[in-house]
């Protein structure tokens, strides 16, 4: 019987949402994204739950950000 993987490793974090294994490390420093430390090694680990409601807040955000500004989506913010 298959076991269905609940945590994710930053590496896969990352991967799934296309940014650096840094970047991914700040997003969980920064408490932006929701974290544990399993493991006597003390790896990150996300739960999948948490990483969609980062990314459903990230649209949340944009969202806000289009309605109430000036928004030129062929530009990158810098």
């Known amino acids: 019987m298959p076991v269905e993987v609940r945590f994710l490793p930053l590496t896969d974090v990352a ?3 296309n940014v650096s294994g840094a970047q ?3 997003l969980v420093r ?4 929701r974290a544990i430390k399993v493991g006597g090694r003390g ?6 739950t948490e ?3 980062y990314i459903q807040r990230m649209y949340e955000q944009t ?5 109430e500004e000036d ?3 062929d530009t990158e913010p810098s």
């Open 24 to 26: 991914a490390r700040a």
């Open 71 to 73: 928004f030129d989506l």
């Open 30 to 33: 920064s408490g932006e994204l």
């Open 51 to 53: 990483l969609e409601n």
């Open 15 to 17: 991967a799934i949402l």
């Open 63 to 67: 969202d806000k950000a289009i309605t």
């Open 43 to 48: 790896q990150w680990r996300v739960e999948k």
